[in-house]
């Protein structure tokens, strides 16, 4: 007799059954894309850090289906949220520039930490706008999920940034900040009966993905979840009351220790749900034949601190705020394995286009790491990727920039070296080298403000 189901797992299969009752059978393969150019799935969640994943080493996340994705793929180890908070990541990501060009450098204003949530739009400066230019080279490209751009416009349009292909059904299903929870439309309280956000935002995919399998037409589908974002509730089968997780050594001693550890489950459990809906992606994706044809990323908008170092955010150069997940699949054109290069939100827009062989986009600040990615002998690389925060929460005006390389953490304020970390010997970031490595500190600060000059930013604002 087999051993019984823990309701987990039960849930887990039962979502398993109905995919597979609800795609349509394949044969082989779904219809090739035109043009030889690959479908693009782009997933991206709210506030997952990158070390929490089993594949990158953390027994305690429950994470199959990412390892899975992992192990089918390439994981950046050192990819990195440039502009750690919800909003400039997005405009990051959107146009392929830093802050001080896309105008948006916090979550509340476009120029100032002035303002409030309800009616904000962002307006791109001129920039470049990543799914504009997939449509203009023949995707149709949709977006599902959390938007945190400004007010939800359900009409296609330009304020839609190029993600309004009436084929994906994209305006229907875009949500503004408070409705990304669950599917209540409250301020991420659970409503019982109503169900997991992220679940029903997965049903819709599958739903694209049904109808993607006949159409020959290359399409970018973004889907957009909000958690594991605070509050730290996971929904039921993922609630793991009965787990005390570690609470790392870079919490300091005496604080709110109770709450971490309690926002350790529920952020733990939240991340294991997700890992659960991006499951029944890949299933789909098999199922429909679309696997070989799409390009999968999974990524975060940027990490979480969770009490390290004495925060609870993000905002920080610390790398549990700044480093994020990023595993990437494409059979046969994307290797299995990792690559440590520092990568940085602009360069993604560049790289993805790259990557599927689209030219590369006109006056943005990131650059094209395709080649790299793809495995090619002497392809362009980079030593270290550019971090800045031009309003925080926690550092007085104006805010902070920095450097990440492989090995190093550096950030400094207009003033001067503030932080050096060695993450080989100290992972944890718990010794602040800045003067005991005076010499490297000032070798970093200048490059940090090379790159500055470089890319026109500058400690002024606007």
């Known amino acids: 007799m087999p051993p019984p189901l823990h309701r987990r797992d039960f849930l887990k299969a039962s979502a398993a059954a109905t995919v597979a009752a609800t795609l349509p059978a394949c044969d082989g393969g779904a219809p090739r894309p035109a043009g030889g150019l690959p479908h693009v799935l ?21 994470t199959p289906h990412m390892d899975r994705l992992a192990a089918e793929g390439l994981r950046l180890t050192t990819a990195l949220s440039s502009t750690p908070l919800c ?72 304020l839609r940034f190029g993600f309004d292909d009436a084929w994906l059904g994209a305006a229907g299903d875009v949500h503004e900040y408070y409705a990304w929870r669950y599917n209540t439309g409250a301020r991420g309280d659970f409503e019982e009966g109503a169900g997991f956000r992220a679940t029903r935002e997965t049903d819709r995919v599958l739903e694209l993905l049904r109808r993607a399998a006949d159409d ?50 529920g952020y733990h459990g939240l991340v294991e749900a997700l890992d659960h809906e991006l499951g029944r992606l890949l299933d789909a994706l098999d199922a429909t034949g679309l696997a070989d044809d799409t390009l999968v990323v999974y990524t975060s908008d940027h990490g979480n601190l969770l009490g390290t170092h004495g925060y609870e955010g993000k905002e920080m150069p610390y790398d549990e705020s700044t480093r994020v997940p990023f595993l990437m699949r494409w059979p046969g054109r994307v290797p299995v394995g990792t690559d440590d290069m520092p990568l940085g939100t602009p360069d993604l827009f560049p790289t ?55 090995r190093h953490l550096f950030a400094t304020r207009q003033d001067g070296p503030w932080m050096l970390y060695d993450l080989e010997a100290d992972p944890y970031q718990l010794e602040n080298l800045v003067d005991r490595e005076a ?12 790159t500055m000059a470089a890319l026109g930013d500058s400690w002024r604002v606007g």
């Open 216 to 265: 020959t037409q290359p399409w970018f589908l973004v889907l957009s979840f909000g958690p594991p974002h605070d509050p730290y509730k996971a929904p039921p089968g993922f609630v793991h009351e009965d787990v005390d997780y570690t609470v790392p050594p870079n919490v300091p001693a005496g604080f709110l220790t109770d709450r971490i550890g309690g926002a350790l489950r």
């Open 87 to 158: 909003r400039p990541y997005r405009a990051n990501l959107m146009s392929g520039c830093f802050p001080h060009r896309t105008g948006l450098l916090t979550n509340r204003s476009e120029e100032h930490n002035f303002g409030i949530e309800d009616g904000f739009q962002w307006t791109p400066r001129g920039v470049p706008l990543l799914a504009e230019h997939f449509r203009a080279h023949g995707y149709r490209c949709g977006y599902v999920g959390k938007w945190h751009l400004g007010s939800v416009n359900t009409d296609p349009g330009p």
């Open 42 to 62: 782009y997933v991206l969640s709210d506030s997952h850090r990158a070390s929490d994943m089993g594949c990158a080493g953390n027994p305690e996340a429950r």
């Open 439 to 450: 010499e490297l500190a000032k070798d970093l600060d200048e490059r940090t403000r090379a």
């Open 352 to 406: 993805l286009a790259g990557l599927v062989g689209l030219p590369g986009p006109d006056g943005v600040d990131g650059r094209d790491f395709s080649a790299r990615l793809r495995g090619e002998a002497g392809a362009p690389s980079q030593d270290d990727a550019y971090l800045v925060s031009h309003l925080s929460r926690f550092v007085e005006w104006p805010g902070w920039k920095g450097l990440r390389t492989r």
